[in-house]
């Protein structure tokens, strides 16, 4: 083992070597380029690599390599390799290696020699050989793309030595026929399978653009197909065959800016008038919840109610006096997320933080009347569980809830969450996917949902619109067969007022956006929830944090188009709203 203070080389069962930094603490550049050689155990005896002078090992910052020392391929004895290797296979009369390093560095590569009268050529300039008793030296130097290195003359097989950059190597593929055999082909994005059928060379994959392949394979292969289509190929002098495959084909979306959107404010629970009779009383007076003790009461975790999943309201009742001088609000929310109060209906503010005072005066409320607190809270759901601190227990609700200079005041309190609590109504798309919001509890996500009757409007809007609104829209995909292209719906963000968005697409709720937070703003959908080649549906879910909010444009965006091999993708079962409507309200 090779060890000093910056290098490690440690030797691994069956004379592999892995070479790292060994201390990272004192270099302050990990750009750095580290030169060095190492002392390499083979058959032949202890060997400093590489041999050749002016040639060095290279470690790039927190790079790592594998060197192979002592190692058997196909009819070949390798001794070893600074460069690391790929792949090996034997076809015909030639035992194949890839090799790679990044585009630069030296290589060396060093066979047993089983004859005196080899011969190297190379498809660069820059290769050499050396032969040294029994031992046949090859140098080279790492191409931007690849060299191939021919060694004829041994008295078993000959040696095809692939030398591939770093870039270029990613781009290599060594499928494995049914029937055992091992072919490499260069340039395709994905190679799905590859099959010998008599002289012709099938593969199947994906392509993102018209794209030049090399293919190495038995010298008995006359044509070769690309998902199932016949490619014109020519066999360069190395014994290589080369063609083009195509790319996709160009890839047209709808543009949700030229669509019209229907839209509906979305938040009658702020109103006095609101019925919530049918809602669960918040009524306990203990809970059973041991991570965070309550400050006033009732309970107000809705957790405790059997609401566990997005959105939650909570509307408390009372009788107004003239002491009450402020609103004391603390809430248990997490990361990301939001709540928002009115009082009497009219907007008092949004908070992001867990604990907010609201100061009232006399014209806020209704002196010796009923008074209605209506609060929404907007969660990213509950926390995972990372530091043995029970996290996950934390509630979603508010701890605290008191009238300032009226403490004894008696809060009279309804929640509400996702319709049907724990007995949920859409059992397809299961618990996670609907919360407490009115249009969620309506059905008004679902494809299908009657939004006929709803104001049309266009997106981006320029009316500023408060409390809960709703948009809809649907659109036409036809997207090309044999293409796989993944999309993703994007929020686009304008405006400084704040806001929280839930996202559903036919029904799927895949995306929940926060428009001061980020980076999130786009949003996979995969195929199957969306329709390849039908109508779709998509509703937007806006709870304006600030006073008022304008939604900017919402997008359909492409992660890339390729031509592809894939098998067919069936839709997702997702449930209309005429199937599900005798659930909702």
């Not at 290098?7 to 603490?25: D, I």
């Not at 040696?159 to 060594?174: E, F, I, N, Q």
């Not at 609060?375 to 601190?389: A, K």
């Not at 304006?544 to 079962?573: F, H, N, Q």
């Amino acid at each position: 083992m090779l060890c000093n203070k910056l290098l490690l080389a440690l030797p691994l069962p069956k004379s592999n070597y892995v070479l790292s930094l060994n201390n990272y603490s004192g270099i302050s550049d990990l750009q750095i380029l580290f030169r060095f050689h190492i002392d390499a155990k083979t058959n032949n005896g202890t060997i400093t690599i590489p041999q050749k002078t002016g040639t060095n090992l290279l470690l790039d910052g927190r790079d790592a390599k594998i060197i192979t020392t002592s190692y058997e391929f196909g009819s070949q004895h390798l001794l070893y390799s600074t460069s690391e290797i790929f792949t090996h296979f034997s076809q015909d009369s030639q035992d194949v290696m890839l090799v790679y390093a990044y585009e630069g560095e030296d290589g060396e590569f060093a066979i047993t020699s089983s004859s005196d009268k080899i011969s190297v050529n190379g498809t660069n300039a820059g290769v050499t050989s050396a032969l040294n008793g029994t031992t046949l030296q090859i140098n080279y130097q790492h191409p931007n793309g690849t060299t191939y290195i021919n060694a004829a003359g041994q008295k078993g097989k000959d040696v095809l030595l692939v030398v591939a950059g770093y870039d270029a190597a990613t781009k290599w593929w060594a499928p494995v026929t049914s029937s055992g055999k091992t072919v490499m082909i260069q340039g395709p994005y994905l190679v799905r399978s590859a099959e010998i059928q008599g002289t012709r060379l099938a593969f199947t994959g994906d392509t993102e653009s018209t794209t030049s392949i090399e293919i190495v394979a038995s010298k008995e292969i006359r044509s070769v197909t690309w998902n199932g289509i016949n490619i014109s190929v020519k066999r360069t002098s190395y014994g290589t065959l080369t063609g083009k495959i195509s790319g996709p084909v160009k890839i047209n979306l709808p543009d949700l800016t030229k669509s019209t959107w229907k839209y509906s404010p979305a938040s009658p629970e702020t109103n006095t008038t609101f019925d919530d009779s049918k809602w669960v009383n918040a009524d306990h007076m203990t809970t059973n919840n041991p991570k965070l003790t309550p400050t006033t009461l009732p309970v107000l975790y809705a957790d405790d109610y059997g609401y566990h999943f997005g959105s939650l309201w909570f509307r408390g009742s009372f009788n107004a006096t003239s002491e009450i001088t402020g609103l004391s609000v603390n809430a248990t929310m997490g990361s990301g997320s939001a709540w928002v109060a009115w009082l009497n209906g009219q907007y008092l503010g949004g908070i992001t933080q867990d604990s907010y005072t609201f100061k009232l005066n006399s014209s806020d409320l209704q002196s010796g009347k009923e008074n209605v607190l209506s609060l929404l809270m907007w969660t990213t759901g509950h926390e995972e569980e990372g530091s043995n601190g029970d996290e996950f227990k934390t509630p979603r609700g508010f701890s605290g809830v008191a009238l300032e200079g009226a403490e004894n005041t008696t809060i009279t309190w309804k929640v509400q969450g996702n319709l049907g609590g724990e007995h949920i109504v859409d059992t397809t798309r299961g618990p996670y996917n609907e919360g407490g919001l009115y249009g969620e509890r309506n059905g008004w996500h679902l494809p299908g949902y009657p939004d006929n009757g709803w104001k049309s409007v266009s997106l981006p809007e320029s009316t500023p619109r408060s409390g809960v609104s709703w948009y809809r829209t649907t659109f036409e995909l036809n997207i090309p067969k044999e293409h796989d292209v993944p999309l993703g719906i994007k929020f686009h963000n304008s405006t400084s007022e704040r806001y929280r968005s839930l996202l559903f697409i036919n029904g799927w709720q895949f995306g929940k956006y926060a428009n001061d937070l980020g980076p999130q703003s786009l949003y996979y959908v995969p195929e199957g929830i969306l329709n390849h080649n039908g109508q779709n549906t998509i509703a937007v879910g806006v709870i304006a944090i600030d006073e008022s909010v304008s939604l900017a444009s919402i997008t359909i965006e492409t992660y890339g188009a390729l031509r592809s091999a894939k098998p067919p993708v069936s839709l997702v079962e997702s449930p209309t709203y005429s199937q599900l409507k005798s659930h909702y309200h």
